[in-house]
Antibody
Framework: QVQLVESGGGVVQPGRSLRLSCAASGFNLSGHAMHWVRQAPGQGLEWVAVMSFDGSNNFYGASVKGRFSVSRDNSKNTLYLQMDSLRTEDTARYFC???????????????WGQGALVTVSS | DIVLTQSPGTLSLSPGDRATLSCRASQYVQNNYLAWYQQKPGQSPRLLISAASTRATGISDRFNGSGSGTDFALTITRLEPEDSAVYYCQQYDISPLTFGGGTKVEI
């Protein structure tokens, strides 16, 4: 069965960096675009970023563009989110989510991980 | 950006009732590129509906999506206590992908 497991969350000071990982299993990661979606405590969902199935294209939400970057290692079935210059408003649970399209974008999310909590605080 | 406005904010109903959740877009959503998700407390979201009305694999036929253009709805029939959750709509017509603010359904 499809599983997505995030790791790497924690408490970090403003201005510092953190890298999240998303380990995928139960499907062929190399055929799917993968997204990151975040949820601030008690708030709604915000799309963060997407990486194409082959890693050739990334797109980012305005609030993280220039500070966050997505990468993937299909040989390790893992997706990454590098978060630099973190701000207090980046505090959220970060979910990785699978795009259901095969070798193309569908831009919605059919499987989600359990999320990794990132707290940005001094 | 396409802004999605969900209403009502909270819906309090009884088992067996029907729930109707609204999602209104600030501009036309082409190709009915709208999805619905259910999120229970402490859990990650679960896909219910894509393309405005196509149920995801394994989703009960009590969940029905409808609408087009700028007005969409999720109807849940024969409510069960397990349907208590927050429901989000999401448009995937235009980047950036955006979500509505959610409707909380209390049974």
């Amino acid at each position: 069965q499809v599983q997505l497991v995030e790791s790497g969350g924690g408490v970090v000071q403003p201005g510092r960096s953190l890298r999240l990982s998303c380990a995928a299993s139960g499907f062929n990661l190399s055929g799917h675009a993968m997204h990151w979606v975040r949820q601030a405590p008690g708030q709604g969902l915000e799309w963060v970023a997407v990486m194409s199935f082959d890693g050739s294209n990334n797109f980012y939400g305005a609030s993280v563009k220039g500070r966050f970057s997505v990468s993937r290692d299909n040989s390790k079935n893992t997706l990454y989110l590098q978060m630099d210059s973190l701000r207090t408003e980046d505090t959220a649970r970060y979910f990785c989510a699978r795009d259901p399209g095969w070798l193309r974008y569908s831009d919605y999310f059919d499987y989600w991980g359990q999320g990794a909590l990132v707290t940005v605080s001094s | 950006d396409i802004v999605l406005t969900q209403s009502p904010g909270t819906l309090s109903l009884s088992p067996g009732d029907r729930a109707t959740l609204s999602c209104r877009a600030s501009q036309y959503v082409q190709n009915n590129y709208l999805a619905w998700y259910q999120q229970k407390p402490g859990q990650s979201p679960r896909l219910l509906i894509s393309a405005a009305s196509t149920r995801a694999t394994g989703i009960s036929d009590r969940f029905n999506g409808s609408g087009s253009g700028t007005d969409f709805a999720l109807t849940i029939t024969r409510l069960e206590p397990e349907d208590s959750a927050v429901y989000y709509c999401q448009q995937y017509d235009i980047s950036p992908l955006t979500f509505g603010g959610g409707t909380k359904v209390e049974i």
